[in-house]
């Protein structure tokens, strides 16, 4: 997997030059500002290995486990009724699972394609269209082993938090009813999605003010409360880690993986100011998501990676969009092409540790 990821970087690096070395970004409108930013079949193009691999590459940890379940999931009306009774809740997933089931048969290969575009477009659109730099958002996505350990590993819970992250421009322009519904129906596919709930209204306004950070911090607390009582233990159980065995195992999560992901926002906290300033909606949100991610990994550091360490999914995706405009308007010319190198230098260290302890 190290070798085919190195390939991905590869590929992202020689587009990487086309995006910033050519006129291929044109203006479009991104929350009522025009923007440089490449065009839709460029972001596909780009995506498509990740796509690829991750849908037709050899299966990875948990990937055999959900062939397995497809395998033995509903295949005629009364099977489904029958398994939607016993779902607990998370319907969507096994309602997908049917309806490949009906049109493609027993096909893993559909299966595994059809999880693979629902997992790959709405990333591939959503970084497109607000992230600076859509080809280091990418190679963030990859040296940051998403596509490992969750387009292949936690496949189920990145379909959840995809639909949440589609629904960016709806949080960012605060409409919350519609945010509600989007995240309520990714709840369907996985239950850990309500931890968005009290995150979609939290991390509004400007970032590092007193009640941004305190109601942040008082939902990081409050997720760590609900896991001490055994409320997202049953969550947890709804996802397939339904042994003792697992959660007794659980040392926390990495050290290594809550320092890398802790840097989008110490870099946002030096450079607040600037931030402050600008008074981005976008990138406010994206800071204040970062907090909660750093927040949540601090906390399953010393407490559950299994448990509390999945939550942050959801939120660490808006880091592939804040680090590249930190780099790039953080800094001036020179420092932010150093910070680049570092960035790469460092990510891509980090990957080739992830993948060995995967």
Sequence with gaps: MLTTSIYILIWIAGLAVVEHGSQIRKPVMVLGEKKLRVPIWFAIIAFFPI???ASQGTPQADTWAYISSFSKSAATWDDLIFTLKNADGEWGYTILCFVIKTVFGNNVTAFRTIIGLIHSIPLALVLR??????TESLFLFVAGCFHTGWMMNGLRQLI??????AATGLIVKKKYVLSIIIILFA??????????????????????????VFFILFTIV???????????SSLLEATGYESSEVLTNDDGTNPLRVLVNAVPLIIALISRKYIERQNNTLINV???MSLVTTGFYLISMVTSGI???RLPLYTSLYNLILLPYLIKNSFDKS?????????????????YVQIYSF
């Excluded at 269209?129 to 859509?134: D, I």
């Excluded at 709840?187 to 941004?212: E, I």
Aim: glycine content about 4%; charged content about 10%.
């Design 222 to 232: 409050a997720m760590y409360a609900l896991t001490q009582v055994g409320v997202f």
């Design 187 to 212: 709840a369907l596919f996985h239950k850990t999605a309500v931890v968005m709930l009290p995150v979609l209204f939290f991390v509004q306004g400007k970032p590092w003010t007193k009640k941004t």
């Design 335 to 351: 420092t932010s092409k150093v910070a680049l190198l570092l960035m790469i230098a460092l990510y891509v260290l980090y990957m």
């Design 160 to 165: 959840a938090a995809v639909i949440i992250f």
């Design 51 to 53: 796509f690829w691999v």
């Design 286 to 288: 994206c800071v204040n």
């Design 129 to 134: 269209k607000y992230s600076e730099s859509y």
């Design 307 to 309: 448990l509390l360490g």
